[in-house]
C-alpha cells in the first residue's frame, strides 16, 4: 500500500497546468493528471488551500488502495486464503465508499452533471494526447515494447472515453440525442509475478499511470452515482461502465507489467506498513494542518481516518501472522 512517491508531483498540477509539467518535480517527467483538476469542478469555496492539497493526496492514496486491494484480494483466492481475501475486499470497499468519498465531499469533488462531464473530458484529453502517447514513446526508445503497446493501446482507449464524454455533454446541455452506451469491460487478470519491463523511468511511468487509473475509476463511481440521483441513469451507466475500464483493464494491464501483485505475505507486508504510515505519519499530520487553519471538519475526518487505518493495520498483521 506504499503509494505517494509520485504524491509531490500529482499535488503541484491542475487541469490548466498540467501541459505545463516543467514546474512539477523533475523526477515525474510526465506526471499523471487528476482527472477533473485538484480540486474538482464544485469546489467554489472551502477548505484552505493546504487542507485542499492534503485531501487531494489522501484521496490518490484511498483510490490506489482501493484498486490495489482488489487485486490482492484475487491473489488470496489463488492462495487459498479465503479469510485474508475477505479482509482486503473488505478494506477496499472501506477505501473507496467510505475515506475516498467522504474526502472527496469536503474537496468539492462531484459537481452538476455537466460540470463532471467536463472533468473527466479534461483528464482524458490529456490522456489521450499527452501522456499516454509520451509514455509509450519513452518504453519504446528504452526497448519496453510490451509497455510502448500497452500504452499505445490505452491511449485509443480514452480516445474513445473523451469522445463518449464529449457526446453525452452535448446531451445533457442540449437535451437532444442519446447517452452512449460504454464498452464493454474486458477484465485483465492480474497474476504474481515481478516487473515485465527493465527501463527505471518505464516503471515509474506505469505507477504514474496506475494512479491515474485507480483515481479515474474512484471520480467515475461517485460522477455515476450522482448522475443516477439526478435521473440521467444512462450517464450512469456510461461513467460506471467507464469506471470498470478503467480498474479492470487499464489499471490491471499496467499493474502486471509494474509487478505489482505478489505472494500474499508479500502484499500483507506491503499493505501493513502503508496502513501504518497513513494511520501514525500522514493522517495526522493533515489533521495538525487542518486545525491550525480552522478546517475542523478535515481535521476530524482526518483523525477518524488515521484510526481506522490503524484499525486495518493490526487486521493485516492478524492475517500476516496468521495466513488462512
Known amino acids: 500500500m506504499k503509494r505517494f512517491a509520485l504524491r509531490a508531483a500529482l499535488a503541484c498540477l491542475s487541469t490548466a497546468a498540467a501541459a505545463a509539467a516543467l514546474t512539477c518535480p523533475a523526477s515525474a517527467t510526465v506526471p499523471s493528471v487528476p482527472h477533473g483538476g485538484v480540486s474538482g469542478p464544485a469546489a467554489t469555496a472551502g477548505p484552505n488551500p493546504q487542507t485542499l492539497a492534503d485531501l487531494e493526496t489522501s484521496m490518490h492514496g484511498e483510490a490506489y488502495a482501493n484498486a490495489s486491494y482488489t487485486f490482492y484480494a484475487a491473489q488470496a483466492d489463488r492462495e487459498n486464503l479465503p479469510a485474508t481475501a475477505r479482509l482486503y475486499r473488505r478494506t477496499a470497499s472501506v477505501e473507496l465508499n467510505e475515506h475516498f468519498r467522504e474526502e472527496a465531499a469536503l474537496a468539492g469533488v462531484v459537481g452538476s452533471d455537466a460540470d463532471n ?8 484529453t490529456y490522456e489521450t494526447d499527452v501522456m499516454y502517447p509520451t509514455f509509450a514513446r519513452q518504453a519504446a526508445a528504452d526497448g519496453d515494447d510490451n509497455a510502448a503497446e500497452l500504452f499505445t493501446e490505452i ?73 443516477a440521483a439526478d435521473g440521467r441513469p444512462a450517464l450512469a451507466r456510461l461513467f460506471r461502465g467507464t469506471a470498470g475500464i478503467e480498474l479492470r483493464e487499464h489499471f490491471a494491464g499496467e499493474a502486471k507489467l509494474y509487478g505489482l501483485v505478489r505472494t500474499t505475505r508479500e502484499n500483507l507486508t506491503k499493505t501493513i506498513a502503508g496502513e501504518r504510515y497513513e494511520a501514525e505519519v500522514m493522517y495526522p499530520a493533515f489533521a495538525r494542518r487542518a486545525e491550525a487553519v480552522g478546517d475542523q471538519k478535515a481535521a476530524r475526518l482526518f483523525r477518524h481516518n488515521a484510526a481506522d487505518e490503524a484499525g486495518h493495520a493490526r487486521a493485516f498483521q492478524r492475517m500476516l501472522d496468521n495466513p488462512r
Do not use: C, W
Open 155 to 227: 491511449a485509443k482507449d480514452e480516445a474513445q472515453h473523451l469522445a463518449r464524454f464529449r457526446a453525452a455533454l452535448e446531451v445533457v446541455e442540449t437535451g437532444r440525442g442519446r447517452i452512449p452506451a460504454p464498452p464493454p469491460v474486458d477484465p485483465v487478470e492480474v497474476p504474481a509475478g515481478d516487473p515485465q519491463v527493465h527501463s527505471a523511468r518505464t516503471l515509474a511511468n506505469l505507477d504514474t499511470a496506475m494512479h491515474g487509473e485507480a483515481l479515474a475509476h474512484a471520480r467515475y463511481t461517485l460522477y455515476a452515482e450522482h448522475a
Open 117 to 124: 462531464l467536463r472533468a473527466a473530458i479534461a483528464g482524458e
